[in-house]
């Protein structure tokens, strides 16, 4: 159960991904990003109430840690999305977020087996090979390099999300995930306040972040539920998986191509996250 959690997770979070870059094409990335968390913290406030749970200060100040991380990767993310070829900086934001918590594991006394530490030298290759590809496209500054340094910060940044939102306890409920909004919504309003970005969307763009915001709630309570089920590593890996629905639908729907090198670079970085989940 909490694997098909994961799993699930991970393509709520590739198709709200997706939509919420298709938006960030048309208002600010931090706009978009106010959006989605203002509706994340209306529906963990509905959430609450049908889940409770008790929260100590602690179980608030991860959730906060959590949605600081969070809501700044998403941020970059977006914009890596909207400026750079989703099928390159979507994929090294998966490797990225997948190699942290695994990081950590080791930090704190885990030992991954063997053939985990395959999976790790393997995913280090795929994202220079993802980067490498894929020279020409309409996206305005859609440099391979630009792709893969944005892909490489928020990936970094959601490997710390999830981190800081695991080590909260299982009898806080749903009371992290309002931490990490409550705290992501000041903290990005603020931003967008201050650069003189709107803080709503309207029209097209706004349909696309309401759906987005929607989505990226259910995948965060999925997640946060697997987690407390499986091991952090574990469940990490499984839902960075998140870009194979944001490729393809970046395929599909916006028909950008992906070429031979880029094409072993995504098969490699999906062996490499298949023998860490293995181990």
């Known amino acids: 159960m909490p694997l098909f959690l994961a799993a699930l997770s991970s393509l709520t979070f590739g198709v709200a991904d997706f939509l919420g870059g298709l938006a960030t094409r048309y208002a600010p990335a931090l706009t978009i990003t106010v959006g989605v968390n203002a509706i994340g913290l209306g529906g963990v406030g509905v959430a609450l109430v049908f889940v409770g749970g008790a929260a100590a200060p602690s179980d608030l100040a991860w959730g906060a840690l959590a949605g600081i991380c969070g809501s700044t990767g998403l941020v970059v993310y977006y914009h890596a999305l909207a400026t750079t070829r989703m099928s390159v900086s979507a994929p090294v934001a998966a490797v990225m977020g997948a190699l942290a918590p695994v990081a950590f594991g080791v930090i704190v006394g885990e030992r991954p087996a063997p053939v985990a530490w395959i999976g790790v030298g393997l995913a280090l290759p795929a994202v220079v090979l993802i980067g490498a590809g894929a020279r ?144």
């Open 136 to 279: 020409n496209s309409r996206a305005a500054n859609a440099s391979p390099g630009r792709a893969v340094l944005l892909g490489l910060t928020s990936g970094t940044l959601f490997g710390f999300f999830g981190i800081f939102l695991s080590r909260s306890a299982a009898e806080s409920g749903m009371w992290p995930l309002a931490g990490a909004r409550g705290a992501a919504l000041l903290l990005i309003a603020t931003v967008a306040l201050s650069r003189g970005r709107p803080l709503v969307a309207t029209g097209h763009p706004g349909r696309l972040m309401v759906t987005a915001g929607i989505l990226d709630l259910v995948a965060n309570m999925m997640f946060l539920v697997a987690v407390r089920l499986e091991l952090l590593a574990l469940v990490s890996v499984i839902m960075s998986m998140y870009p194979a629905a944001t490729v393809g639908l970046a395929r599909f729907v916006l028909h950008e191509r992906v070429d031979r090198v880029q094409a072993v670079g995504m098969a490699l970085a999906v062996v490499a996250l298949a023998l860490i989940v293995a181990a």
